[in-house]
């Protein structure tokens, strides 16, 4: 079955650090990749999309991501860690192997230190 | 520009009694509309989708279902809820191809079933 898995459930980084978040998926198939954040008892927003175009997907808030074929990964990456970038972050994949669905990890929750 | 709107946003309802949660889009015409459900610690789980009106895809059986009785409206109701219904309810939407284009999230729905 199709997958998407994110690699830790909870992430916590100091404040002006690296933030990294791992996203993997199964797709043999071309995949549309999202990110999304979700901050407690909210909607999900939109970070950033991968459609194919550049490999690298500069998204809002600072936050971009890297499109990896032969590793099957999508890792959202952030230069310096902000307090207000606390939040739970969602990969999604979709592709005709998904159904033509949007599939989600199970999350991860960032939390800043200062 | 396009707003999603749900209600109620909080929710404390009894095990047996039945269930209404509304979803409406402003400032698009004709999009595509979801209903997610997101139990705590786990990704979001596809429920219905609609490609229009009284055109309902069911993902996953259970006891609920959707309506959409206006092109802007959609609806997820149960005729009487079980404890396992508690949970995070995301309305979203789209235009364009299903499979590929963006979904944008409502704020959500917090359902706990006693």
């Known amino acids: 079955a199709q997958s998407v898995t994110q690699l830790g459930s909870h992430v916590s980084v100091s404040e002006g650090a690296l933030v990294l978040l791992r996203c993997n998926y199964s797709s043999s198939v071309p995949p549309y990749l999202f990110w999304y954040v979700q901050y407690p008892n909210q909607g999900l927003q939109l970070l950033l999309k991968y459609t194919s175009a550049a490999t690298l997907v500069k998204g809002i808030n600072g936050f971009e991501a890297e499109f990896k074929k032969s590793e099957t990964s999508f890792h959202l990456t952030k230069p310096s860690a902000h307090m207000s970038d606390a939040a739970e972050y969602f990969c999604?994949?979709?592709?005709?192997?998904?159904?033509?669905?949007?599939?989600f990890g199970a999350g991860t929750i960032l939390r800043v230190k200062s | 520009s396009q707003t999603i709107h749900q209600w109620p946003a909080t929710l404390v309802q009894p095990v047996g009694s039945p269930l209404s949660l509304e979803c409406t889009v402003e400032g698009t015409s004709n999009p595509n509309l979801y209903w997610y459900r997101q139990a705590a610690g786990r990704g979001l789980q596809l429920l219905f989708y609609s490609v229009g009106i009284g055109q309902i895809s069911s993902e996953v059986p259970q006891n609920l279902s959707a309506s959409r009785p206006q092109d802007r409206q959609f609806i997820l109701s149960s005729k009487k809820l079980l404890l396992s219904d508690s949970g995070f309810y995301l309305c979203?939407?789209?235009?364009?191809?299903?499979?590929?284009?963006?979904?944008?999230f409502g704020p959500g729905t917090r359902l706990t079933v006693l």
């Open positions: 999604a994949v979709t592709s005709s192997e998904y159904g033509n669905k949007l599939v």
């Open positions: 979203a939407w789209s235009v364009g191809r299903v499979s590929t284009d963006t979904q944008y």
